[in-house]
């Protein structure tokens, strides 16, 4: 498991007064227990830490399901359409929530430009 996370609150461990972050500061986690705490780092040390103090803001998960869903759709759609779609475009612009709306966006402009072209050749 590796994900990154926000810090929702400060904190600094009893066992390695070396390991504390503050809040909004971005941890790299590692590991997680099945009692609610995660293993992270940041600043060069690592530590465990209770989970409620941050917040996942990225998982191997979500750049996992971002680059399938983004490669499968860009590289079909290149095939399909006979266009020099760029993958690497198309894969950025299917991230997330607001990713996915401009990623169909991004199909929608160019299924219209291979009708235009289409229509241009009539």
Request: with cysteine; proline share 2%; hydrophobic share 40%.
């Amino acid at each position: 498991m590796k994900s990154k996370a926000k810090a929702v609150s400060p904190f600094k461990s009893n066992d390695d007064p070396s390991f504390f972050f503050n809040e909004d500061e971005v941890l790299l986690i590692t590991d997680q227990d099945d009692k609610g705490w995660y293993n992270g780092s940041i600043n060069g040390k690592t530590g465990w830490f209770p989970a409620s103090f941050v917040e996942i803001i990225e998982s191997d998960s979500d750049n996992a399901n971002k680059d399938t869903i983004g490669s499968r759709f860009s590289t079909s759609l290149r095939d399909l359409l006979g266009l020099s779609v760029s993958i690497s475009f198309l894969t950025a612009c299917s991230s997330h929530q607001t990713g996915n709306y401009i990623f169909l966006k991004a199909v929608i402009f160019l299924i219209l430009m291979k009708l235009q072209m289409i229509l241009l050749q009539l």
